[in-house]
């Protein structure tokens, strides 16, 4: 029983094991690294894949999470408006202001021609307000609290000067770009740091004492508290030359008001509402507030500052604590608002993504206003929508927080944010019912994220995130960020995917099925993180619809064929051993059964699983709707490895019985009649030409890769058993193959026999294929239709004149670009080499003579020489 058993062991071969993860390596290194299309040229960087275990997953993505900064923006930040003591100053309009107007019919003229005399546009600096640039601050209502916003902008950081120590030739080196932006900012102001040491800060400070005078003033650094994404905030604490201590703090607008000081009720108010239309413009908001401390104060919280800093527990915990006890009755000074543009080519991207059917979710540390009109501009979110606002900044709340009570706090938020999902989650279903068009868009904070992710409210989110088209996540942490992916992930069971390009986002990336590092302004440690690494954002639409689309096809095909070429193989053995009463007699030679997957049917489904593709790379993207196949896992069902299933067991009977009775009066040239290896050589003979040709049945684009792998892998077949069957030694048992192959093709029975029944096993699958194809057609079927006469699209993309490839690269590249031969196989083919140095000559390239190109030339030439000839006769 148990050597019965073996007999099917070829079912299931280690051989697929080994061609699934040696077409994913191939695809990784040589299409997905060596796509043009995802080369970003300005930064020399191309698309790396840091994995191979993923393909298939790009193709089926269903949930994308982003960052916004660094990810949908530039991460090149520029100081732009600012509002002090309570008066705004800026009067640039940002490019969301723009769209915006634009959305609603107003046309808004480039502002370069209003600008003032005193406006500077420098890295990290966009300013224009002549009244309070060079020293016109001091004319204002509010000089001193100007003084106090400028000094801040230059004390409370961590920023390291570079270079020499003018304000023309000084470079900044940041943790972020904001914070390189501010210290940018008081250096224009006329507050310019330009040196740093351990203890101090020296800051060259303009206008201060009287109009034009510039001295430089050291202030001692005493304390750092440093920024992180709990804390949201950043403080030091620092002594004047003339023995004044004060704290400066900048942060979150939410984190910097809940602690202020009681009073300044107008100032606090109309801060707000600056914010506020900052955040409408997408700007990216900061508020800063000082503190002034006595000595004795100052000491006593030292003293526990020093405490927890030399804890070897829970350090970062106690300093947070300690930090808590200081950063309190802070007086607001003002806010600052910085702008970060959109990545070029992205609101085309997400509109390409979400016609796909993936849903794209915003995680972003700003405020809400911001966070929505930075959708708006991307795309996310139109007016068309209907959106649910869940937000923590209502006047209930506010009253709430003003009482200064957490545990009410607490529990007002987590009954407003229940009662919020509840209704949002009944009205979006009757929305759905009522409109079923039309796309939802829920927008939530973190603070009220933090009450929704409890395990009570958890389900509620999920249900209602489900439904909508696309969510926007403002004022989380990292923390969050990977909890929401997490919910998703488990929740909703689809394949995710996380993008992101900072430090804060890594752990969203490693929570989700797919990760993706952009490599941008803050270091490495997103791309060290992730699966695949690309330089902007939108490289997503090649990465999905075109790489991702293709790999999931491909390995389907490939995972589907070698099971059914299995299942054929293995099911011809089982119909032998009802001949045999299930004793274990093998029906194949022991080579043929190692042999069959290893070197007979190896190479072509390896062809397919790199060169397969149903349409071109435009296409893709030109019909994203083809990437839901994908997304619904159409080619991978129970039905379709049904299909193949039934026509396996279809043709391991015509195989077997057929060549079985066809080999009952079937005799030698020496009048033998043909015994069991005689029929199990032809049996073989005839699965490995027919599943070699049914993979071909199977391709939807035909190369000369394909051609040369199924002859090749035929033409082998027949090798091996000339050699083998020539060959008897003392070591073979019973003598099986010796001379079997030679009787086989000296009797009309062979021939006869290896045409016909790979016609009859076939012409099931044909007839299948046929009507599937014309009544039950794919989407991509539909387009290969569509597009079936078309030449093949090129796209032509011209190098960057401030390109950074090399001489040799760019001729290189202007050579992969050439048109070629198309195939004549299909419309949707690929393409054969050829008349590469003709297209070269007419693009100017120099390209050396490819041997087919002499032939086919010398073929032309004998064609168009033999008329001539005929004339002359």
């Not at 080994?18 to 695809?27: A, D, L, P, R, T």
Request: glycine content about 6%; overall charge neutral.
């Amino acid at each position: 029983m148990f050597t019965l058993i073996t007999l099917y062991s070829t079912i299931i071969p280690i051989s697929l094991y080994v061609s699934i993860e040696m077409i994913k390596f191939i695809q990784c290194t040589q299409f997905i690294n060596n796509d043009l299309h995802m080369y970003h040229a300005e930064s020399n960087t191309p698309a790396l894949a840091r994995t191979s275990n993923l393909n298939e997953e790009l193709g089926q993505v269903e949930y994308i999470f982003s960052d916004k900064t660094g990810t949908l923006t530039r991460n090149l930040m520029e100081f732009f408006k600012c509002s002090i003591g309570g008066e705004m100053y800026g009067t640039g309009i940002t490019e969301i202001e723009k769209g915006g107007a634009e959305r609603a019919g107003v046309r808004i003229d480039g502002d370069e021609d209003k600008r003032s005399a005193a406006a500077v546009h420098e890295k990290g600096f966009n300013f224009d307000d002549a009244r309070i640039m060079r020293g016109a601050w001091r004319n204002e209502s509010n000089p001193e609290a100007c003084k106090e916003f400028f000094r801040c902008l230059a004390l409370c950081h961590t920023v390291l000067p570079e270079g020499e120590e003018t304000p023309e030739k000084i470079s900044y080196q940041a943790a972020s770009p904001d914070e390189a932006a501010l210290v940018a900012a008081a250096k224009n102001f006329g507050f310019f740091f330009y040196r740093r040491t351990p203890t101090t800060v020296i800051v060259r400070e303009s206008h201060v004492e009287r109009m034009g005078s510039i001295q430089d003033v050291q202030y001692e650094i005493l304390n750092v508290l440093e920024f992180n994404s709990t804390r949201k905030r950043q403080s030091v604490v620092c002594r004047f030359p003339n023995g004044r201590l004060v704290l400066y703090c900048k942060g979150a607008d939410n984190v910097i008001y809940e602690r202020l000081a009681d009073g300044n009720h107008v100032m606090k108010k109309t801060s707000r509402e600056h914010l506020e239309q900052f955040g409408s413009a997408g700007l990216r908001t900061l508020c800063l507030a000082y503190r002034d401390l006595s000595r004795e104060q100052y000491e006593s919280w030292n003293e526990k500052f020093i405490q927890a800093k030399s804890s070897l527990r829970d350090r970062d915990k106690k300093l947070d604590e300690v930090a808590e006890l200081i950063e309190k009755d802070l007086i607001l000074i003002g806010c600052t608002a910085i702008e970060d543009k959109l990545q070029e080519g992205v609101p085309a991207c997400i509109e390409t993504l979400s016609a796909a059917g993936i849903k794209i979710w915003v995680l972003t540390g700003d405020k809400m206003e911001t966070a929505i009109n930075i959708a708006y501009a991307c795309s996310l979110v139109n007016n068309d929508m209907k959106q649910f606002i869940i937000s923590s900044e209502t006047d209930a709340i506010r009253e709430v927080e003003d009482r200064g009570d957490p545990v009410e706090i607490a529990r007002i938020i987590k009954d407003s944010v229940k009662q919020s999902l509840k209704s949002y989650h009944e009205e979006a279903q009757h929305s759905l019912i009522s409109t079923p068009g039309r796309k939802l868009a829920l927008i939530i904070d973190g603070k009220c994220l933090m009450y929704a992710l409890d395990p009570t409210l958890r389900v509620d989110l999920l249900g209602l995130s489900l439904i909508c088209h696309s969510v926007v996540c403002c004022r989380v942490s990292p923390l969050q960020k990977a909890q929401v992916t997490s919910l998703v992930k488990k929740g909703a069971r689809k394949i995710t995917l996380s993008i992101g390009d900072g430090a804060n986002d890594v752990s969203m990336i490693q929570a989700a099925h797919v990760g993706i590092g952009i490599s941008g302004q803050e270091g490495m440690q997103a791309v060290m993180a992730s699966d695949f690494a690309i330089a902007q954002f939108r490289y997503l639409t090649d990465l999905l619809l075109v790489h991702g689309r293709w790999s999931y096809l491909r390995l389907c095909k490939v995972i589907t064929y070698f099971f059914y070429k299995n299942l054929t193989f293995t099911l011809t053995q089982f119909w032998f051993t009802f001949q045999t009463g299930f004793s274990g007699q093998r029906f194949y030679d022991d080579w043929f059964q190692s042999l069959y997957n290893v070197i007979f049917t190896a190479l072509p489904v390896i062809i397919v699983g790199l060169f397969d593709k149903d349409v071109n790379a435009s296409l893709s993207k030109k019909y994203p709707q083809l990437y839901q196949e994908g997304i619904r896992n159409s080619f991978f069902k129970w039905r379709v490895i049904a299909v193949w299933a039934f026509f396996a067991f279809y043709q391991s009977i015509v195989f077997y019985y057929f060549t079985a009775a066809a080999s009952q009066h079937g005799h030698g040239s020496s009048g033998k009649i043909l015994g069991l290896w005689d029929v199990s050589t032809m049996a073989f003979t005839c699965v490995v030409v027919t599943v070699n040709l049914r993979l071909l049945m199977a391709c939807n684009s035909i190369t000369r890769w394909h051609y040369f792998s199924v002859a090749g892998s035929i033409a082998a077949w027949f090798l091996f058993i000339f050699i083998y069957s020539a060959i008897m030694t003392s070591f073979d048992r019973q003598e099986n193959e010796y001379f079997v192959i030679y009787v086989l093709m000296s009797t009309f029975f062979f021939y006869l026999t290896l045409l016909l029944v790979p016609i009859i096993a076939l012409f099931g699958d044909f007839l299948y294929l046929s009507i599937q194809r014309w009544l039950f057609p794919y989407n991509y079927q539909i387009i290969q239709e569509m597009h079936k006469d078309d030449p093949h699209e090129y796209s032509m993309i011209q190098l960057p004149e401030r390109s950074h490839l090399s001489p040799e690269e760019a001729r290189s590249y202007a050579i992969s670009m050439l048109p070629r031969e198309t195939s004549k196989h299909t419309g949707f083919a690929f393409d054969s080499p050829g008349y590469e140095s003709f297209f070269a000559s007419q693009q100017g390239v120099g390209v050396p003579h490819k041997p087919w190109d002499v032939a086919r030339r010398a073929s032309m030439k004998k064609q168009r020489q033999q008329p001539q000839r005929s004339e002359r006769s």
